[in-house]
């Protein structure tokens, strides 16, 4: 499999809290990122979160870690239509290569 | 902005032909990226350079030809491709800190191939 996976697909209604969810397979991971691509753009950066950290709060993002399960997470609590793009979960690891390893995207649907 | 500037935003070109794009960054970072992003697929990474040195090439054929000349410009040198090169290429540049690679990416020029 990839070695970074999310959902391709997730619809939310304006006002409701929206999780994305990502699994990777690298326990050497050191840090994880959340990137946001809206249409005609590149990735803009999110949040990101150090691998000994579990949570981490940025306003109305928040960020869970399950470093056993290989397991990452974004809530964007209290959706907007603004928030609809595409989310990408990226790793990096501790192995002196200068590069992330992106997953596949989650596209967010809000509904008015 | 995000400091990473890609000309130029859409090119399409036949498969005989040779083209360039171009990526400049204002950031003062010492590592820029060239990664290559198809509908429903991973992003996938291309080239690294590090301080001007190409530290990574990710199997990528001979058609793509990257060019460091400084640490603030990056090049792809394109010539002969195909149909299945049609996709987004994503420039980006980052500084690392205490092992956090923050990569900052340009808007990415969409390349069509006929």
């Known amino acids: 499999g990839e070695d970074v996976e999310q959902s391709l697909f997730l619809s939310v209604r304006e006002g409701d809290s929206s999780v994305i969810n990502c699994t990777y397979t690298d326990s050497s991971s050191t840090y994880l990122y959340w990137y946001k691509q809206e249409p005609g753009a590149g990735l803009q950066l999110l949040t990101y979160?150090?691998?000994?950290?579990d949570m981490k709060q940025d306003q109305r993002l928040t960020v869970l870690l399950n470093k056993k399960d290989k397991h990452l997470s974004l809530r964007i609590a209290d959706t907007q239509t603004g928030d609809s793009a595409i989310y990408f979960c990226?790793?990096?690891?501790?192995?002196?290569?200068?590069?992330?390893?992106f997953g596949s995207g989650t596209r967010l649907q809000v509904q008015p | 902005e995000t400091g990473v500037t890609q000309t130029p935003r859409h090119l399409v070109m036949g498969m005989t032909n040779k083209k360039s794009l171009k990526c400049e960054q204002h950031?003062?970072?010492?590592?820029m990226y060239w990664y290559k992003q198809s509908a429903k697929k991973p992003l996938e990474l291309m080239f690294v350079y590090n301080f001007k040195e190409q530290t990574e090439n990710n199997s990528v054929p001979s058609r793509f030809s990257p060019e460091c000349p400084n640490s603030s410009h990056l090049f792809l040198h394109l010539h002969t491709l195909q149909p299945e090169d049609s996709a987004l290429y994503l420039c980006?540049?980052?500084?690392?800190?205490?092992?956090?690679?923050?990569?900052?990416f340009g808007s990415g020029t969409q390349l069509s191939v006929l």
């Open positions: 990226a790793e990096s690891r501790d192995t002196g290569r200068r590069a992330l390893t």
């Open positions: 950031l003062g970072h010492n590592a």
């Open positions: 980006a540049s980052s500084q690392e800190s205490q092992g956090n690679e923050k990569l900052f």
């Open positions: 979160i150090f691998s000994n950290m």
